[in-house]
């Protein structure tokens, strides 16, 4: 048989990447449980705190801020790992089990695409999340935008790509779709409720002190530390982004080295 | 392609197989599952490596991931999985699939090829288990591939689904694409195949075009032995095993003429005289089975 020359037709990587994104897209939100668990968690989560008065105190030990204040960035940051950690990592045991990874890899697109369509998508839906909470926390809960915006879009973006890289590196670990869902749930709502996402912790308690181990509570800060009131604080959190960029390459390392595109079950 | 084998752990799935498949042609793998069949097409798809041997698909080594883009790009292949995006609708993944290949065919003429023309608008998840899987085999066709690995395309059709699925392989076959096929149906490789490997504990125990594959052109001539005709009076060489005689020839029509002139001759009765051709089912369990040449 004989080579011919091939690359005559085909769409520019660049092109492959921005209809990735749009599959992504339209897959992401015609799926109900990815929706939900993203982008209605966060929303009815700051909305029920609200309404409810859990979020209508004040902080005294956070330079007495206003409780609702605190939960804005909070559930910004659970915003993010929802998206490019749980739901992701979940979606991308489901693609493997279901054989789509593998039918993906024997396809002429480059992994690469692939991965960065995946990215791109939760990059997406988290910022899209970002923009309503934000909204919803300004004309319902009168909570201004940060002083320091650019701060807060740093961490946002600095959490997706560690926790995407967190989430693909977890999605190796979990052995088949149906432990996918418990098992990262799990382990993600312990670390929020640790890392003080109801409950603000003070930095010096015993819990924050275990939850520094992780990489949850590193976001919290990195999202609050725009809001923070306090004369001395930073709106750059930059030890916490610092610990997020290790845990991101941590992650990518095992990513890289245990990631599978064929179903465990072989 | 020739000397491959795979090896997990101490287990060897597959030995020293080889063959080759001309451009245009029908291949079947035939064999029982378990016999190495999907690790030898996943070497050729280049999706697992291989411990020795070489391989060549359309010019390219499969294992090469410098060129793998370039070769998929002329590949198409069917998985045994069903394995398609839940949430997207049957245009949809075609549409993007198609965007993968430089030259696809039209996403319109493949949803009409797989007879799925109802159902271009519907999700995927609301697609029948058979309907999924033409979806799979329209996803393998649409970057108008010049060889196609089909694995098991008819495991699990009902028996109106696998006509269907023949002759899309042989509208395949007559538009020019080479494909490959393994299945452990005898019927779908003889009916499909210009060429059949079986294919058995991992090793290749006979190739050949379907009507002559290992001991199909040996005719089976059986009867009682005749009272009182002891074997050595038999004109024709044959094995006796009590009063049952066994040949087996490919020279059907001498040895048959003998010895019914024989028996005509000396009024001998021939109880019980029948003469059969192997089916490729005869041939495939001997090649398979437990007494296999292994």
Redesign the interface.
């Known amino acids: 048989?004989?080579?011919t020359a091939?690359?005559?037709?085909?769409?520019s990587d660049l092109r492959?990447v921005l209809?990735?994104v749009g599959?992504e897209q339209?897959?992401f939100w015609?799926?109900p449980f990815a929706a939900a668990f993203s982008v209605g968690f966060s929303l009815v989560f700051l909305v029920l705190l609200g309404v409810s008065g859990a979020g209508s105190g004040h902080i005294a030990f956070l330079g007495n801020i206003r409780t609702i204040v605190y939960y804005v960035p909070g559930f910004v940051a659970y915003g993010v790992m929802a998206t490019c950690f749980n739901v992701l990592a979940i979606t991308v045991v489901n693609?493997r089990e279901?054989?789509?990874l593998?039918?993906l890899?024997?396809?002429?697109?480059?992994p690469w695409i692939f991965l960065t369509g995946l990215f791109l998508n939760a990059l997406i839906v988290t910022l899209l999340q970002v923009v309503a909470l934000l909204a919803v926390g300004r004309l319902a809960y009168h909570v201004n935008l940060p002083h320091h915006l650019p701060a807060l879009f740093l961490a946002v973006v600095v959490g997706a790509v560690a926790f995407t890289a967190i989430g693909v590196a977890a999605s190796t670990l979990v052995p088949n779709q149906d432990a996918a869902g418990p098992i990262l749930s799990i382990v993600f709502f312990v670390l929020l409720f640790l890392s003080g996402l109801w409950f603000p912790l003070r930095s010096s308690s015993a819990l924050a002190r275990i939850s520094a181990w992780f990489p949850v509570r590193h976001l919290m800060a990195a999202t609050f530390a725009p809001y923070d009131p306090r004369p001395h604080a930073r709106a750059y959190a930059w030890t916490d982004l610092l610990v997020l960029g290790a845990w991101g390459v941590a992650a990518a390392l095992v990513a890289v080295r245990r990631f599978r595109?064929?179903?465990r079950r072989h | 392609m020739g000397g491959l084998s795979k090896r997990y752990g101490a287990l060897r799935a597959v030995r020293d197989v080889s063959f080759s498949v001309a451009e245009g042609e029908v291949f079947a793998l035939l064999g029982p599952n378990g016999a190495g069949k999907t690790t030898t097409v996943e070497i050729l798809e280049g999706f697992r490596s291989r411990d020795e041997g070489h391989v060549d698909v359309l010019g390219f080594d499969p294992a090469d991931r410098a060129t793998s883009r370039q070769l998929r790009e002329r590949l198409g292949i069917v998985l045994q999985e069903l394995a398609v995006e839940p949430f997207l609708t049957v245009r949809e993944v075609l549409t993007r699939t198609a965007g993968f290949y430089p030259d696809p065919r039209p996403v319109d003429e493949v949803i009409e090829l797989v007879g799925l023309d109802e159902k271009a608008d519907a999700r995927v998840k609301h697609l029948s288990g058979g309907q999924q899987r033409r979806l799979d085999v329209g996803l393998g066709i649409v970057g108008r591939p010049e060889l196609i690995f089909l694995d098991e395309p008819t495991t699990g059709f009902d028996p109106a689904a696998r006509r269907g699925a023949w002759s899309l392989v042989r509208s395949l076959r007559g538009e020019g694409s080479t494909v490959v096929l393994t299945t452990h149906y005898m019927d779908e490789a003889e009916e499909l195949a210009d060429r059949v490997a079986v294919i058995a504990g991992g090793r290749i125990v006979a190739q050949g075009d379907p009507a002559s594959l290992g001991s199909r052109r040996e005719v089976h001539i059986r009867f009682r032995l005749p009272d009182g005709v002891t074997p050595d009076r038999l004109p024709v060489p044959a094995a006796v095993d009590g009063d049952r005689v066994s040949i087996e020839t490919t020279d059907e029509v001498a040895v048959l003429h003998r010895l019914t002139g024989w028996a005509l001759e000396g009024g001998v009765p021939l109880a019980g005289l029948t003469v059969e051709r192997a089916s490729l089912e005869d041939v495939y369990l001997q090649l398979t089975g437990p007494q296999a040449p292994a």
């Not at chain 1, 890899?105 to 480059?110: A, E, F, G, Q, Y």
């Open positions: 048989m004989t080579r091939t690359a005559v037709g085909r769409k492959l209809a990735d599959y339209l897959a015609r799926n693609r279901a054989g789509l593998k039918r890899r024997l396809s002429p697109l480059p595109w064929e179903p």
